[in-house]
């Protein structure tokens, strides 16, 4: 079979599974079986695909048409300007997320050296953004989450920024080392009873623990809020990705630590996802 009629097929199913995105995703998933570019899946179309290649696509075809996310079955995600390595152990980098290292770009922009925190790093896709754009940043990273520490070290030495970082296997309660200059945080933040309203993809495949907020989708943030006016340095920033109902609330905690709001930011569907503060 060549690769025309395996995507095509492959397409189909997936389609006839209500995956909106088949036709890339098939390009992508053949991409990784033959380790070639999407471009030379486009560019040779009667290319012979070998028995082994062609049952190999059609395990990840399943597994997608059954709702795995395409970057836990490429173990790759995009985010900035940046390939992350990931997996299921680890939350999916969003494009919402991006704005945060937007605004710590726009803030520090003449800023040569700052000392920074990121509670709850993941795949490590914000904190190592930062540090890849700022050659003089020194970054420290925590989570809960072994495999989270693992998978920021790999992507901290692939970017080749392992020596301006330092990583931490901690809950916030319990960390005490330094004082920061800035502190951000994508927290979990979606609401119990939310859950079942989320996409199939996410629910049934991210980690939990990096999704769920507790009963109101506060508990994360109250943590985080109060150990960060304890660590961070005054007039220091804290920048924190919210759900976009919970502006409100994440303020009137704010407001109560000591830290001043600067800007509330609107993501691309005008939704509120981050807030920026200052302890005073």
Request: proline share 2%.
């Amino acid at each position: 079979m060549n690769i025309e009629i395996a995507i095509k097929k492959a397409c189909k199913e997936l389609k006839k599974n209500k995956i909106s995105s088949a036709l890339l995703d098939s390009e992508l998933l053949l991409s990784k079986v033959i380790k070639k570019n999407r471009e030379f899946v486009l560019l040779n179309p009667d290319k012979k695909l070998d028995q082994s290649d062609h049952n190999s696509f059609k395990d990840l075809i399943m597994k997608r048409s059954k709702g795995k996310p395409l970057a836990y079955l490429t173990g790759v995600k995009s985010f900035w300007n940046y390939d992350f390595k990931v997996n299921e152990k680890v939350l999916i980098p969003r494009p919402d997320s991006e704005l945060i290292v937007e605004q710590v770009l726009k803030i520090y922009k003449i800023k040569k050296k700052i000392n920074f925190l990121e509670i709850g790093v993941g795949s490590g896709c914000l904190i190592l953004s930062i540090l890849k754009e700022k050659k003089l940043f020194y970054g420290t990273g925590i989570d809960i989450s072994n495999h989270s520490i693992k998978i920021s070290n790999i992507n901290a030495k692939k970017l080749k920024i392992e020596n301006r970082i330092k990583l931490f296997k901690s809950d916030i309660d319990n960390f005490n080392l330094g004082k920061y200059d800035l502190i951000i945080s994508n927290p979990p933040y979606i609401k119990k009873l939310d859950f079942k309203s989320l996409k199939k993809d996410v629910v049934s495949f991210e980690p939990w623990l990096a999704l769920d907020g507790g009963l109101d989708g506060l508990s994360c943030f109250n943590k985080i809020i109060k150990k960060s006016s304890e660590l961070i340095k005054k007039r220091g920033k804290l920048i924190l990705e919210i759900a976009f109902d919970q502006k409100r609330d994440v303020v009137k905690i704010l407001t109560n630590n000591g830290f001043y709001i600067n800007k509330i930011i609107k993501d691309l569907a005008n939704n509120d996802r981050c807030i920026i503060s200052t302890k005073i």
